[in-house]
């Protein structure tokens, strides 16, 4: 901890548990705006720590492949989100139990994001009124470089989301709409990973419309 820092939170003794849920996003013709949520999720319970440690264990899919310090993408989701709400604690155990598939385009980035700074704003007392979920989804943003899985994440149900500029600076937003409940999601998941990150690279920097 930085020579001079005095962390204002209050911090909740007691582990918390969350579930987000995986996502997929461009639908139709809305690329990086339209995504749905998907009843497949990933359950992370955490907790804080007097030692300087960061305890992780993670379980499911890809656990072999994950960090398990504090590299892992919830772990730094949750600092982030202590950070925002001006606090650091000493250290955090996590636990993982991952259910959605890794790089296979639903969205387990934007999960374990979204749901590390929901741990941490459970963690604080009055944690929602430091960080609303407008703050939470912006965070997010910033952490996954998009704002369309992120926000069906946070949100549930089926989201529309965009940039703009929030104080000079390209900020993440998001609003939910309800999905008629006979709809039914068919997922059809490669054996073979493609991360987001190398995805993205791929698509050409323009596209012309003639």
Not at 57 to 71: L, P
Not at 156 to 176: F, K, L, N, Y
């Amino acid at each position: 901890m930085a020579r001079g820092f005095k962390d204002r939170l209050t911090y909740k003794a007691t582990p918390i548990q969350v579930s987000v849920p995986a996502s997929s996003a461009n639908l139709g013709p809305g690329f990086d705006a339209l995504a749905l949520a998907l009843d497949i999720r990933d359950i992370y319970v955490a907790q804080i720590l007097d030692e300087e440690a960061f305890d992780v264990d993670v379980t499911g899919e890809g656990a072999e492949e994950v960090k398990r310090d504090g590299k892992h993408l919830v772990i730094k989701a949750m600092m982030r989100g202590f950070e925002f709400m001006g606090g650091k604690p000493r250290g955090i155990a996590l636990r993982a139990l991952n259910q959605i598939p890794h790089g296979r385009g639903l969205g387990s980035s934007a999960a374990a994001i979204v749901g590390g700074l929901n741990l941490a704003r459970s963690l604080v007392l009055s944690g929602n009124s430091l960080m609303n979920d407008d703050d939470l989804i912006a965070l997010a943003t910033d952490l996954e470089g998009h704002p369309d899985n992120v926000a069906a994440a946070a949100l549930g149900g089926a989201t529309i989301s965009w940039m703009e500029e929030r104080v000079g600076v390209p900020t993440g937003c998001a609003v939910r709409f309800s999905v008629e409940q006979s709809i039914r999601a068919l997922l059809l998941i490669p054996n073979t990973q493609l991360s987001t990150g190398k995805a993205r690279k791929m698509l050409p920097e323009m596209v012309p419309h003639r």
